[in-house]
């Protein structure tokens, strides 16, 4: 097992994976209604010159990446709440990265404001060139559900590690991810999540992104619905198939979706503009997703053709 900032990690675990993200300018992501997961305000890169061997890392080097890293993002480090850590697993080599992240963030933390750390390693092991991209899913799933989710294997945490004096914590429980609060200008102000991933490659290669939670400035919310908004399409290739798809179309909006507004407009959107259009097609006009969900039931179970646009 891998055991990022556990005891007992002895090494390297290999995983295989592979992520997928779709980047797109913010101002452009707007006008075109994107969902936005979050926005990175920066990335760099740098390499650890040399060590003492091929898979020992440079505290100096990462420390350097971050520090420079939150610099040219314009970010403070008081403002960052969470680090999702490279976490390698093991005994030296997460005192190591603790060391570096120590020498940028130990003059800005008290033990009760300290930041929480985690690795994803210890889930699915080390997936090679996915590593940094599964610790960026994280990350954004964190965002969208406001939690932070615990580190695992760490029960009993590296005794390398002197935690109780670190500006860090290891994230060891699943709790609500709480917006960090800051005095500016006479008034307390609400920062958005901002959380760092760290990369960090045998032979040397240091990667860093900072994330920050995207929110939507509020004169752009627009809650009023169109006449277009308001209608729904849904197709498949025979009647049998219809039905399994206003199924499964229920079971996804009781299990996932919100009821605001904003969440009514893109899925609206979504199925008049991403989906192709089959054979056999029904259409629904609702005020709101609790409406659509009724007529899509009451179509089920009564084939109620006055549904029917």
């Given at each position: 097992r891998c055991r990022s900032f556990g005891e007992g990690g002895s090494g390297y675990v290999p995983g295989e994976g592979v992520g997928v993200l779709i980047l797109k300018p913010l101002k452009k992501a707007i006008a075109s209604g994107?969902?936005?997961?979050?926005?990175?305000?920066g990335t760099?890169?740098?390499?650890?010159?040399?060590?003492?061997?091929?898979?020992?890392?440079?505290?100096?080097?990462q420390a350097k990446l971050i520090s420079e890293s939150l610099e040219l993002a314009g970010i403070d480090s008081h403002y960052v709440s969470y680090i999702e850590a490279h976490g390698t697993g093991t005994a030296l080599g997460d005192?190591?990265?603790?060391?570096?992240?120590?020498?940028?963030?130990?003059?800005?933390r008290n033990h009760d404001n300290k930041i929480s750390i985690g690795s994803?390693?210890?889930?699915?092991?080390?997936?090679?060139?996915a590593a940094g991209m599964a610790g960026i899913m994280k990350v954004i799933l964190q965002?969208?559900?406001?939690?932070l989710v615990p580190s695992i294997h760490t029960d009993e945490l590296n005794q390398n590690i002197d935690f109780d004096n670190s500006s860090v914590k290891v994230q060891r429980v699943l709790e609500p991810w709480k917006h960090r609060m800051v005095w500016e200008e006479g008034e307390?102000?609400?920062?958005?999540?901002?959380?760092?991933?760290?990369?960090f490659g045998a032979g040397g290669s240091n990667g860093h992104v900072i994330l920050q939670?995207?929110?939507?400035?509020?004169?752009d919310i627009d809650t009023r619905l169109s006449e277009l908004d308001k209608l729904f399409l849904f197709s498949a290739n025979n009647e049998s198939s219809l039905k399994e798809v206003l199924t499964k179309f229920i079971e996804a909006i009781d299990n996932n979706f919100n009821q605001s507004d904003q969440t009514i407009k893109h899925i609206s959107y979504t199925l008049k503009t991403g989906r192709e259009a089959r054979n056999v097609r029904i259409a629904f006009r609702a005020e709101n997703l609790l409406g659509l969900r009724e007529k899509?039931?009451?179509?089920?179970?009564?084939?109620?053709?006055?549904?029917?646009?």
């Open positions: 994107d969902n936005i997961y979050c926005t990175i305000k760099h890169i740098n390499h650890g010159g040399r060590t003492r061997g091929y898979t020992v890392p440079n505290p100096k080097s005192p190591i990265e603790i060391e570096g992240i120590e020498k940028v963030f130990s003059d800005n994803v390693k210890s889930n699915i092991g080390h997936l090679e060139a965002m969208k559900y406001k939690q307390e102000k609400q920062i958005p999540y901002i959380a760092t991933v760290s990369s939670e995207y929110t939507k400035p509020n004169e899509v039931q009451s179509y089920l179970e009564h084939e109620g053709r006055e549904n029917i646009v």
